[in-house]
């Protein structure tokens, strides 16, 4: 299950927005995973997050493991959406 | 850069600070954290290990939190990179990581949490994004944390270094250099940083021999190698030979015999032969530094450094902190004046728990000094209400750094009357007509000067940045640092311009950068008709010693002199020609052989 998404915000996924998403990933029954250019990376951890360097306008694709996890992923891509509320 | 003759290697620095010792070399890793023990764990101990390990962790965010709630609600925006570093101590590739390597390769926990973090360094630093770069300052940051809590009571830190020993590091910063406990250091031996830099400055306060900006020199020195560091020559031998290490003890001993007889009449007055008195003060940075100044024969405190204080910590200090360390040195110096420079952070000397806002391009020209108090008022009043409070304990006077516009002068002085307001409310005791004053470090400082002058009751010239941001030269660049100079005749002519202003309309004039330290200067800076100099507590003795040599009728003769002179080259040459010989025959070495 996995959606693409536009990084929006100024600053792009910096620290402060990816420790949200991990935030967000942790409480995953399974691997969430953020994909850019074919580079995957564990969304619930912020240094793999920031290793993708993603600036503004990266498109990115959020992919999560397991169904179950369908709220998880729309909360994220919500906050993705929203330049993560800055 | 290198030359090797048998087993001795000589390499070439810059002279930070003069001097020379001989000794033991002992390396600092960045972190400051020594190198981790390494060991394998036995099978049966790994659950203890990995324990050990998250008991460290757990004490780490047990410390963030603590200090996120110790954070006052003005200043949350620093607690949001506390939060950052909260998550990180528990993210994956940090946390999850290590403890899968000490459980598959059985390394302590140390060792793994350093491997770990050196692959993740490794990662950051192929980005090309600045910011992402930066990062990797959090994550060391977290994992540095951690460590301090697994090595315990045994970590072999900067701060617990207990025997006679020459600091060799990349680079010290700030935070680093507040740990040292500075009687066990001989020497400083570093990769980076220059004359200015904050090691330099430490170096020279507290007449330690530095070379610095070595490039290679942790690569080369090892631990417990014999060196020999030449701070008057820039010089760093590596395993020196027996002849060699004859002919620097030689040298040694003969820079010390000259220290002290120079030292010898240093508490007499600077007083010239035509009878006018200069007053000379010091310049300092830690408490600490107030007895050489009074053992120089200092006059007061010029200048009170006051950043350190904020350095080597994760959060502002309190106003009964600053207040108890001001009062320290104010009633030491009574009834002398103490000259209490308010923060003047910069690029240099940044806040560690600031580091979440982006750095700056151009930190020289950013957000530092009264801007940054400016803007900050809370942090600004707790240290001006400190500073109120230590006047009441003997001679204080507050000055303000960087100000670049009357505006500055007059909101500082507004907040200062603010706090002055709230104190006599509390009833507590404080000196209602502290001297005011600003220093003069910025070109548009000196050319409105005459109306700055009405705010203030004293200007102090710092010298170092004003002569830097005129001349558009950073000294820490190699490439440019040769240009920078004193007696660039823009810097003379802005000097006669301040004395002019002074004159006219009664503001006093100090000046209080390297350039008042230097013997050489004394023939200007009487001419110039200072008040007060206020310099490294170890200049003292020969800047005093000078003085006392000179006219001060023939010296504004020669500043007259001076004025119509097109090159700092040729203006050099004029006062060597002119004092040169005064200052070898008084300290019986020739000119170009000290380096002061």
Redesign the interface.
């Known amino acids: 299950m996995s959606r693409e998404l536009l990084i929006v915000n100024e600053?792009?996924l910096?620290?402060?927005s990816a420790?949200k998403i991990?935030?967000l990933a942790k409480n995953a029954a399974a691997g969430v995973w953020l994909i850019k250019g074919g580079q995957a990376a564990?969304a619930?951890?912020?240094?793999?997050l920031?290793?993708l360097?993603c600036?503004k306008d990266t498109v990115i694709t959020l992919k999560v493991d397991s169904p179950s996890d369908r709220a998880i992923l729309d909360r994220i891509a919500a906050l993705i959406e929203n330049g993560f509320g800055e | 850069m290198s030359h090797e003759q048998g087993g001795e290697i000589r390499l070439k620095g810059i002279s930070a600070s003069p001097g020379i010792c001989i000794g033991k070399a002992y390396l600092v890793d960045r972190e400051g954290v020594d190198v981790v023990k390494r060991y394998l764990v036995p099978k049966g101990r790994l659950n203890d290990e990995i324990k050990r390990f998250k008991a460290a962790v757990k004490k780490a965010t047990d410390e963030v939190r603590a200090i996120i709630d110790r954070t006052p609600e003005d200043l949350r925006e620093h607690a949001?990179?506390l939060?950052?570093h909260l998550?990180?101590l528990k993210?994956?590739?940090?946390y999850n990581r290590t403890i899968d390597i000490i459980e598959k390769k059985r390394f302590n926990a140390e060792w793994a949490l350093r491997t770990v973090v050196g692959n993740?360094k490794a990662?950051?630093a192929k980005?090309?994004?600045p910011?992402?770069k930066a990062?990797v300052a959090?994550?060391e940051h977290v994992s540095d944390l951690i460590l301090r809590n697994l090595v315990g009571a045994n970590s072999i830190k900067i701060a617990e270094i207990d025997k006679r020993v020459i600091l060799v590091a990349h680079d010290l910063s700030p935070s680093e250099t507040s740990q040292i406990q500075l009687e066990r250091i001989m020497g400083f031996v570093t990769d980076r940083g220059g004359k200015a830099s904050h090691t330099g400055i430490i170096a020279q306060a507290l007449e330690i021999p530095a070379v610095l900006g070595l490039d290679a020199a942790t690569r080369i020195v090892k631990n417990d190698d014999i060196i020999i560091v030449d701070g008057s020559e820039g010089v760093l031998i590596v395993n020196p030979e027996e002849q060699t290490l004859l002919r620097y003890e030689e040298r040694r001993i003969g820079y010390e015999r000259f220290r002290a007889a120079i030292t010898r009449d240093s508490h007499l007055p600077a007083e010239t032969v035509d009878g006018f008195r200069l007053k000379v003060m010091g310049n300092i940075e830690l408490p600490e530094e107030v007895v050489s100044v009074i053992d120089n024969g200092g006059e007061g405190i010029g200048l009170y450094r006051t950043e350190f204080q904020y350095l080597s910590r994760s959060d502002f200090p309190t106003e009964f902190e600053l207040y108890d360390k001001y009062r320290d040195v104010v009633e030491v110096m009574a009834p002398l004046p103490v000259t209490i420079r308010t923060l003047d952070i910069n690029g240099d000397k940044v806040v560690s728990y600031t580091s979440g806002a982006a750095p700056e391009t151009n930190p020289a020209l950013g957000l530092r000094a009264i801007r940054y108090c400016l803007k900050k008022p809370q942090v600004f009043k707790t240290q001006l209400r400190a500073i109120l409070r230590a006047s009441a304990h003997g001679n204080v006077r507050v000055m303000f750094p960087m100000i670049a516009s009357l505006a500055e002068v007059v909101e500082a002085k507004r907040l200062l009357a603010q706090c002055a307001a709230a104190l006599e409310k509390e009833g507590v005791p404080f000196n209602r007509e502290i001297e005011t004053g600003i220093m003069i470090e910025v070109p548009s400082a000196v050319v409105i000067a005459d109306i700055l002058a009405r705010e203030v009751d004293f200007f102090s010239i710092g010298t170092n940045d004003l002569i830097q941001y005129t001349l558009a030269i950073d000294r820490g660049n190699r490439e440019v640092a040769h240009l920078y100079s004193p007696l660039h005749p823009a810097i003379l002519r802005m000097l006669h311009h301040l004395s002019k202003v002074a004159t006219k309309t009664g503001v006093k004039l100090f000046m209080c950068g390297e350039m008042a330290g230097d013997p050489m200067n004394m023939p200007i800076l009487l001419g110039l008709g200072l008040e007060e100099l206020s310099v490294n507590p170890r200049s003292m003795p020969v800047v005093k010693s000078m003085i006392r040599s000179l006219s001060r009728e023939e010296a504004c003769g020669f500043f007259r002199k001076i004025l119509e002179v097109t090159s700092s080259a040729e203006i050099s040459r004029l006062i060597h020609d002119s004092y040169g010989g005064i200052v070898s025959q008084k300290f019986q070495v020739p000119v170009d052989g000290i380096d002061w």
Do not use: N, P
């Not at chain 2, 993210?91 to 940090?94: A, R």
């Open positions: 600053l792009g910096h620290a402060r420790a991990a935030a564990d619930a951890s912020i240094i793999d920031l290793s360097a600036a | 949001l990179i939060e950052t998550v990180l993210d994956k590739m940090l993740v990662m950051f980005m090309a994004d910011y992402l990062r959090d994550i």
